[in-house]
């Protein structure tokens, strides 16, 4: 079945303990996005990666690491959380990427991923 | 002013109308265009993309006007699985910066 895995799903944290969110996509998607989800805000994007080892800050980079050492994985990192990152947190892919003619703009989503930060 | 902007809502509606949404968008250079569907605590996915002649689909028909920058959703005979909120979508396509804006959605709850 084609799909994105985030994990984990929930996590409660404390300000500065590192932890890492993953993201696995099994569709060979080139592109992938981390963004995060707010009342009122919307969806804003983090980060996203056109293809392996090609990465660039989105809208709200800020406080937020990401890596793409293989097509299928893409990280999210904080290295010091702080609690104005609590929120809800989708990864995204899709064919989007180097090959203009096969661009949908349809993105396939992961569950998310509820980050609270104490 | 936002890239991308909707009415919030709600919009509570009784099941068997019609609604509509409409979204605008600043950037006169974007490219394509999509309507995602959200349902509580759970992921966007795509319902359509929206074509510049307009595009239906079932119940659902996508209009999109660039003079005026903006796009719209209508919902025919609308069902209670309808319930959602739905999320415009923008896609300023740039080589090498892709990147697909999100409106902050539209709550629309039918009313049985």
């Known amino acids: 079945e084609a799909q994105v895995t985030q994990n984990p799903r929930y996590l409660i944290t404390v300000t500065g303990k590192k932890l890492t969110v993953t993201c696995s996509q099994n569709m060979n998607h080139e592109y992938m996005s981390w963004y995060r989800q707010d009342p009122g805000l919307g969806l804003r994007q983090i980060y996203y990666?056109?293809?392996?080892?090609?990465?660039d800050k989105g809208d709200v980079p800020e406080g937020y690491k990401v890596s793409r050492k293989e097509k299928r994985n893409f990280p999210l990192i904080l290295e010091s959380p702080s609690p104005n990152q609590t929120s809800l947190y989708f990864c995204?892919?899709?064919?989007?990427?180097?090959?203009?003619?096969?661009?949908?703009?349809?993105?396939?989503f992961g569950e998310g991923s509820r980050l609270t930060v104490l | 002013r936002k890239e991308v902007e909707q009415d919030p809502g709600p919009f509570n509606v009784p099941e068997g109308a019609t609604v509509a949404f409409n979204c605008t968008y600043s950037?006169?250079?974007?490219?394509?265009f999509f309507w995602y569907r959200q349902d509580c605590r759970k992921e966007p996915k795509l319902l359509m993309s929206v074509y510049s002649s307009g595009n239906e689909d079932g119940r659902f028909t996508a209009q999109l006007n660039r003079a005026s920058q903006y796009i719209s959703l209508l919902i025919r005979d609308s069902k209670l699985s309808d319930s959602a909120t739905y999320l415009c979508?923008?896609?300023?396509?740039?080589?090498?910066?892709?990147?697909?804006?999100f409106g902050t959605g539209t709550r629309l709850t039918i009313i049985p």
């Open positions: 990666s056109m293809n392996v080892e090609v990465t």
């Open positions: 995204a892919s899709s064919l989007m990427g180097t090959e203009y003619k096969t661009r949908t703009g349809e993105l396939f």
């Open positions: 979508v923008v896609n300023m396509a740039n080589f090498g910066n892709e990147k697909l804006t």
């Open positions: 950037n006169s250079a974007s490219q394509s």
